[in-house]
């Protein structure tokens, strides 16, 4: 059974970093495409970055591109999302995802709250 579990959300002041961790058991990700999405009290849930398999190539929409930035150890079964200059828009809770079926995310973790103050 594929589990994601995410880690290393909390409280910071703008203009702050935070580093989250989803760890992924239950399955082979190493040949897996995996994101990050986040949603914001009444909002939609929305995309922020996702990496290949190998790490060889990330995407970010422009409200990230150039703060935040997706990694991952496929030793570790570990995906990271360090996030720089953040902004109290950015407060969010944020979900790890893995498309481990098919081309599409079918697995989601549970969330980790980011709170940024002004």
């Known amino acids: 059974q594929v589990q994601l579990v995410e880690s290393g959300g909390g409280l910071v002041q703008a203009g702050g970093s935070l580093r989250l961790s989803c760890a992924a058991s239950g399955g082979t990700f190493s040949s897996t495409a995996m994101g990050w999405f986040r949603q914001a009290p009444g909002k939609e849930r929305e995309f922020v970055a996702s990496i290949c398999w190998s790490g060889r190539n990330t995407y970010y929409p422009d409200s990230v591109k150039g703060r935040f930035a997706i990694s991952r150890d496929n030793a570790k079964n570990t995906v990271y999302l360090q996030m720089n200059s953040l902004k109290p828009e950015d407060t969010a809770v944020y979900y790890c995802?893995?498309?481990?079926?098919?081309?599409?995310?079918?697995?989601w973790g549970q969330g980790t709250q980011v709170t940024v103050s002004s």
């Open positions: 995802t893995a498309a481990v079926g098919g081309p599409a995310y079918d697995h």
